[in-house]
């Protein structure tokens, strides 16, 4: 099983597990994985997702499959679905209920890449090394995910990682805003996530994924997410927990 989806407490892991390709991704593994994600979102217990290698130390992933791509470049219907496939993964992740969090040790290349950028938070250890290479195949990265990027780094450092297809290490990675922080172990982040706040989370996301979409004033419907806050369940436990100088404890 190259991909699945691993539960302890309140962290689901989605573990990519093709270790002999170094994680590289083919068609199966992009058409399995919404279904993983559907099910991840639909787990009430679950208060954040860990994209991750399964096995500790590998790549987290090295793109797509290229003998794949080349066995099928003259095969019109499975580039469409392939790309159709991509497609999917990396817009519903980008927009998943749950909190997302990237683990990247090792390569994190191309697809491995876009599967990153589409997290709400990337940790990488300092044997991370990232890199988009499609300018390095005659490739074009997918639309989405060059979106993704650029609101992450800005124009100037996007097209740097684009061009020239080269790759970053982890500082070069965290200085540009690739990366949110490098960390031997996201547990202590993953902690953070889980103790917060789910509605807060919920909702944040929601906020700042308008503004990635465009969005630059309130409109009814944030008014509205902002007042109704004050009356809610998360208010009431996180003021209370406050005042009585205790860690809250959110339902779900």
């Given at each position: 099983?190259?991909?699945?989806?691993?539960?302890d407490?309140?962290?689901?892991?989605?573990?990519?597990?093709?270790l002999?390709?170094?994680n590289a991704?083919?068609?199966?593994?992009?058409?399995?994985?919404p279904?993983?994600?559907?099910?991840?979102?639909?787990?009430?217990?679950?208060?954040?997702?860990?994209?991750?290698?399964?096995?500790?130390g590998s790549?987290?992933?090295?793109?797509?499959?290229?003998?794949?791509?080349?066995?099928?470049?003259?095969?019109?219907?499975?580039?469409?679905?392939?790309?159709?496939?991509?497609?999917?993964?990396?817009?519903?992740?980008?927009?998943l209920?749950?909190?997302t969090l990237?683990?990247?040790?090792?390569?994190c290349?191309?697809?491995?890449?876009?599967l990153a950028?589409a997290?709400d938070?990337?940790?990488?250890?300092?044997?991370?090394?990232l890199g988009?290479?499609p300018?390095?195949?005659?490739?074009?990265?997918?639309?989405?995910d060059?979106?993704?990027?650029?609101?992450?780094?800005?124009?100037?450092q996007?097209k740097?990682?684009?061009?020239?297809g080269?790759?970053?290490?982890?500082?070069?990675?965290?200085r540009?805003?690739?990366?949110?922080?490098?960390d031997?172990?996201?547990?202590?982040?993953i902690?953070?996530l889980?103790?917060?706040s789910?509605?807060s989370?919920?909702?944040?996301?929601?906020?700042v994924?308008?503004?990635l979409?465009?969005?630059?004033e309130?409109?009814?419907?944030?008014?509205?997410?902002?007042?109704?806050?004050?009356?809610?369940?998360?208010?009431?436990?996180?003021?209370t927990a406050?005042?009585?100088?205790r860690?809250?404890?959110?339902?779900?």
């Amino acid at each position: 099983m190259t991909l699945r989806l691993e539960i302890d407490g309140a962290v689901g892991h989605l573990l990519i597990d093709r270790l002999d390709q170094r994680n590289a991704f083919n068609m199966d593994m992009w058409s399995a994985m919404p279904e993983l994600l559907d099910r991840a979102e639909a787990n009430p217990d679950l208060r954040v997702l860990v994209l991750r290698s399964a096995n500790a130390g590998s790549a987290f992933c090295a793109g797509a499959d290229i003998k794949e791509l080349l066995a099928n470049k003259d095969d019109a219907n499975w580039r469409s679905a392939n790309q159709a496939a991509i497609n999917r993964v990396q817009y519903k992740l980008a927009r998943l209920a749950l909190p997302t969090l990237a683990y990247i040790e090792g390569d994190c290349i191309g697809g491995g890449c876009g599967l990153a950028l589409a997290c709400d938070l990337r940790v990488a250890t300092l044997s991370a090394r990232l890199g988009i290479t499609p300018a390095k195949l005659g490739l074009v990265y997918p639309f989405h995910d060059v979106k993704l990027l650029t609101d992450l780094v800005g124009p100037g450092q996007a097209k740097r990682i684009l061009f020239t297809g080269g790759l970053i290490d982890a500082q070069e990675a965290m200085r540009i805003g690739l990366i949110e922080c490098i960390d031997d172990d996201p547990t202590s982040i993953i902690e953070a996530l889980t103790a917060a706040s789910p509605h807060s989370i919920r909702e944040g996301k929601k906020f700042v994924r308008r503004v990635l979409d465009g969005q630059e004033e309130d409109d009814e419907a944030t008014l509205r997410v902002f007042a109704d806050a004050f009356v809610g369940p998360d208010f009431l436990e996180g003021t209370t927990a406050f005042v009585e100088k205790r860690r809250p404890q959110f339902g779900k």
